[in-house]
């Protein structure tokens, strides 16, 4: 089992910058890649960007050189830091794992409201 404590959602003007965090417990020697996810109102859960635990990093095309993806092996530590907001990137953000067993672990998730 592995738990996740994401943390640094808010409320950001648009153009602004919020910083997510997400600590890792439990199972954590399992842990492969992390990343994380997002889904508005409405919509699907679309990933945002992802780090495999050598340090390769993937991101959607809609946040690329906007969002950076960073990893704290030693901490379990995942940090999404995004910038120059955009209204429509309003949403909740999970953070996910997924373990060398093939197992994807969500966390509960974190509000991002970017107002216009």
């Known amino acids: 089992q592995v738990q996740l404590v994401e943390s640094g959602g808010g409320l950001v003007q648009a153009g602004g910058s919020l910083r997510l965090s997400c600590a890792a417990t439990g199972s954590t020697s399992s842990i492969n890649a992390m990343g994380w996810a997002r889904q508005a109102v409405g919509k699907q859960r679309e990933l945002v960007a992802s780090i495999s635990s050598a340090g390769s990093t993937s991101y959607a095309d809609s946040v690329k050189g906007r969002f950076t993806l960073s990893r704290d092996n030693a901490k379990n530590t995942v940090y999404l830091q995004m910038n120059s907001l955009k209204p429509e990137e309003t949403a909740v953000y999970y953070c996910?794992?997924?373990?060398?067993?093939?197992?994807?672990?969500w966390g509960q998730g974190t509000q991002v409201t970017v107002s216009s």
């Open positions: 996910n794992v997924y373990t060398t067993w093939r197992r994807t672990y």
